[in-house]
């Protein structure tokens, strides 16, 4: 149950487009298409995001996008907006469990 | 609409025992999956614990394994957490997240409660 490994932080300007990597193993991330983001405000509970990989919540917008490749996952994040600073955790199913990254700090220039 | 509320958390010494409750509302609390993810203060998200629709699945974290039980009551359609021979590690504010899916254990987490906080200091 060794987290996922995730930048500590990205940066972007308002209007480009950011991506935020998520490694895991080949007993999480890359043997389930279960792979899922939230976005979390200070002081606030998280809010799922993207899951199954590239899915959105209804209500999420079209500017969240993931992917994944073998054992890594990515969230990108296009048109940035000022309210999408936050910190962004990826998750994964690991069999019986969840295993979360250690999170990514985004801020918009 | 979907609403969780935690209750539970306090400020208690090394070694104690504290039981955290989560009161659901606004679905089918017997169709869902339930867990407990954890925030330590300036920290990420650790997932702790997860429960099956109808109890029969439990299973948690190696960081807490022996140490916390997870339960639910149905007729009450609230979720719990049983938190023994607590460590300075087990600081944090704990969440209670909804499964997305009926009858699966699998996440994501769609929906959270507000968290309460649990503080172990000696």
């Known amino acids: 149950q060794s987290a996922l490994t995730q930048p500590a932080s990205v940066s972007g300007s308002p209007g480009q487009s950011i991506t935020i990597s998520c490694t895991g193993t080949s007993s999480d991330v890359g043997s389930y298409n279960l792979v899922s983001w939230y976005q979390q405000h200070p002081g606030k509970a998280p809010k799922l995001m993207i899951y199954?990989?590239?899915k959105r919540p209804s209500g999420v917008s079209n500017r969240f996008s993931g992917s994944k490749s073998g054992n890594t996952a990515s969230l990108t994040i296009s048109g940035l907006q000022a309210e999408d600073e936050a910190d962004y955790y990826c998750?994964?199913?690991?069999?019986?469990?969840?295993?979360f990254g250690g999170g990514t700090k985004l801020t918009v220039l | 609409q979907v609403q969780l509320v935690e209750s539970g958390g306090g400020v208690l010494q090394p070694g104690r025992s504290l039981r955290l409750s989560c009161a659901a509302s606004?679905?089918?609390?017997?169709?869902?999956?339930m867990h407990w993810v954890r925030q330590a203060p300036g920290k990420g998200l650790e997932w702790v614990a997860l429960?099956?629709?109808?109890?029969?699945?439990?299973f948690y974290a190696d960081s807490v394994k022996g140490r916390f039980t997870i339960s639910r009551d149905n007729s009450k359609n609230t979720l719990y957490l049983q938190m023994n021979s607590l460590r300075a590690e087990d600081t944090g504010i704990y969440y209670c997240?909804?499964?997305?899916?009926?009858?699966?254990?699998?996440?994501?987490?769609?929906?959270w409660g507000q968290g309460t906080l649990v503080t172990v200091s000696s």
């Open positions: 199954e990989v590239s």
């Open positions: 997240a909804r499964d997305f899916r009926y009858y699966d254990t699998s996440g994501p987490f769609d929906s």
């Open positions: 429960i099956s629709y109808d109890g029969s699945k439990k």
């Open positions: 998750c994964s199913y690991a069999g019986s469990s969840s295993v």
């Open positions: 606004g679905f089918t609390f017997t169709s869902h999956a």
